[in-house]
């Protein structure tokens, strides 16, 4: 549905049929430009939705626009989750990494779709 490479500034973005990758450093300049068609995309996902979905987060640095973004993304994907369709996301964070585990924990507690925190030993 969207792929988008990994650069310096912005994350892989994998959206496919039940699974989504977000992979990556995210500090693009203008993080809307960026993110605006990955929401677009997610609103499409949610249109037609699959059985279950597989949700991948790695980031090793988001800025605040990007934040804000990525809780937009996840709120979308939300509706679609409480409307009875399957979701899970895997937010892997480098074991060093508090502010990735924080952010990854603020995410857990606004956002309804199960959220696992992966500390992983890079």
């Avoid at 450093?25 to 929401?39: H, K, Q």
């Avoid at 499409?44 to 804000?68: A, C, F, M, R």
């Avoid at 509706?79 to 369709?85: P, R």
Wanted: a negative charge.
């Amino acid at each position: 549905m969207l792929q988008i490479p990994e650069t310096k500034t912005t994350p892989l973005v994998d959206i496919q049929k039940g699974k989504i990758i977000f992979k990556g450093r995210s500090i693009p300049e203008d993080s809307a430009d960026f993110y605006n068609p990955v929401l677009e995309a997610c609103r499409k996902y949610i249109e037609t939705p699959v059985k279950h979905t597989d949700i991948l987060i790695q980031l090793d640095y988001v800025n605040s626009g990007s934040k804000k973004l990525l809780t937009n993304l996840l709120t979308i994907l939300e509706k679609s989750y409480l409307q009875g369709n399957s979701f899970s996301i895997n937010w892997n964070y480098d074991e060093d990494d508090e502010a990735m585990h924080d952010l990854g924990n603020d995410l857990k507690s606004i956002i309804k779709i199960p959220l696992n925190l992966i500390s992983i030993d890079e």
